[in-house]
């Protein structure tokens, strides 16, 4: 009875101390170039990341923008419309969505529908680097 008792409780310590292990992962996306296609490039250096979430009312636009490095979007809620003036192109992004953008180049996102739109943003440049630059009127 002694053995089974030590037995129960060693197995239930090591239940009680073993991290818990990921049961699934699945695979959203695989991208290879920005939403306007461009290649994806790692970044040479030391580099800072931020993340950010951004909310764009329901039926605005923001600033004509480009950004000089890499940035992720994830659209949380809202549909998107992300219009590049540099090649003239447009497409439009919802809910699970992710966005390459692109960089070096002009655009501008439009929240459509009655809904705003929210973005979990991950931004990755150099160490106090800025990553938009807006258009000057």
């Not at 939403?35 to 764009?56: E, K, Y």
């Not at 992300?82 to 966005?99: M, Q, R």
Request: no cysteine.
């Amino acid at each position: 009875m002694r053995m089974t008792l030590f037995a129960a409780g060693t197995a239930l310590a090591f239940v009680l101390l073993t991290p818990a292990v990921a049961q699934e992962s699945t695979v959203l996306g695989r991208f290879e170039a920005t939403n306007s296609g461009q290649a994806i490039l790692l970044p040479q250096g030391p580099a800072a990341v931020t993340v950010s979430r951004v909310v764009i009312a329901a039926g605005s636009s923001l600033p004509v923008h480009k950004h000089p490095h890499a940035r992720y979007a994830y659209v949380e809620s809202g549909q998107l419309r992300v219009s590049n003036l540099d090649t003239g192109g447009s497409k439009e992004f919802g809910p699970g969505d992710t966005i390459i953008e692109a960089r070096g180049q002009w655009h501008t996102g439009t929240a459509l529908g009655a809904a705003p739109v929210v973005l979990l943003v991950i931004d990755q440049a150099p160490p106090g680097e800025i990553n938009t630059i807006r258009r000057e009127p």
